[in-house]
């Protein structure tokens, strides 16, 4: 069972929640993301990509916060899913202390600064504006322990591939976890970047 091994904390969410059993994917994929490689995840839509995306980042950071640089980041593809993904974050955060923050193009970099340096766990954003943020010094990465991708397919496009590479060699360490509906081939390139020893999913 995918659940039973997880922090007391989000085991009383899921309760609260009234999740009782993961789905085949979440068996196969929580296990694997908790060992700390980096991991391609493809698996169909519906299949709790992800819940097992939070579940695996609340996991991570043991449901507390801990100093002010982010240890999570999550890259999403636009304004609307980032919204989307901090409302869902927000359901499994409500009774911890994890502090989460969302930002996008549309959101003036200066305050995404500003708001990011009074302290944040998790950081879901986009990858150009992720990008900008790095190159205005905006985000610290020395504290980052989990990078993870949802419906990662908006990544084929030329500019959010570029800034996605281009984010990675400003880290110095940490595990990838990539979560899409199938394995395009530019995605699978990413083996050669940042995806190194990666493990594949598939449900």
């Given amino acids: 069972m995918a659940f039973k091994k997880l922090h007391n904390d989000i085991k009383e969410t899921l309760k609260r929640l009234e999740i009782t059993s993961p789905t085949n994917f979440q068996t196969k994929s929580i296990p694997v993301i908790k060992s700390g490689v980096n991991t391609f995840c493809i698996a169909?839509?519906?299949?709790?990509?992800?819940?097992t995306l939070i579940l695996t980042t609340l996991q991570k950071?043991?449901?507390?916060?801990?100093?002010?640089?982010?240890?999570?980041?999550?890259?999403?593809?636009?304004?609307?899913?980032?919204?989307?993904?901090?409302?869902?974050?927000?359901?499994?955060?409500?009774?911890?202390?994890?502090r989460v923050y969302v930002g996008y193009e549309e959101l003036h970099i200066d305050i995404q600064k500003s708001e990011i340096f009074e302290g944040i766990d998790i950081l879901i954003s986009t990858p150009k504006t992720m990008n900008k943020l790095?190159?205005?010094?905006?985000?610290?990465?020395?504290?980052?322990?989990?990078?993870?991708?949802?419906?990662?397919?908006?990544?084929?496009?030329?500019?959010?591939?570029?800034?996605?590479?281009?984010?990675?060699?400003?880290?110095?360490?940490?595990?990838?976890?990539?979560?899409?509906?199938?394995?395009?081939?530019?995605?699978?390139?990413?083996?050669?970047?940042?995806?190194?020893?990666?493990?594949?999913?598939?449900a």
């Avoid at 169909?44 to 819940?51: E, I, R, V």
């Avoid at 636009?78 to 359901?91: M, P, Q, R």
């Avoid at 980052?144 to 990544?155: G, M, Q, R, T, V």
């Fill in 44 to 51: 169909p839509k519906d299949a709790g990509k992800t819940t």
């Fill in 61 to 98: 950071l043991k449901c507390e916060a801990v100093g002010n640089a982010p240890r999570a980041v999550v890259l999403v593809e636009n304004k609307e899913k980032a919204l989307e993904l901090y409302d869902a974050f927000l359901t499994y955060t409500k009774y911890n202390s994890l």
């Fill in 134 to 202: 790095f190159l205005l010094n905006g985000v610290s990465t020395s504290e980052l322990k989990l990078l993870s991708i949802d419906d990662a397919e908006f990544l084929i496009q030329k500019s959010d591939y570029q800034a996605m590479v281009s984010i990675t060699q400003s880290i110095i360490k940490c595990q990838y976890v990539l979560y899409a509906e199938k394995l395009h081939p530019k995605l699978k390139r990413f083996e050669s970047n940042f995806m190194e020893h990666s493990k594949l999913i598939k």
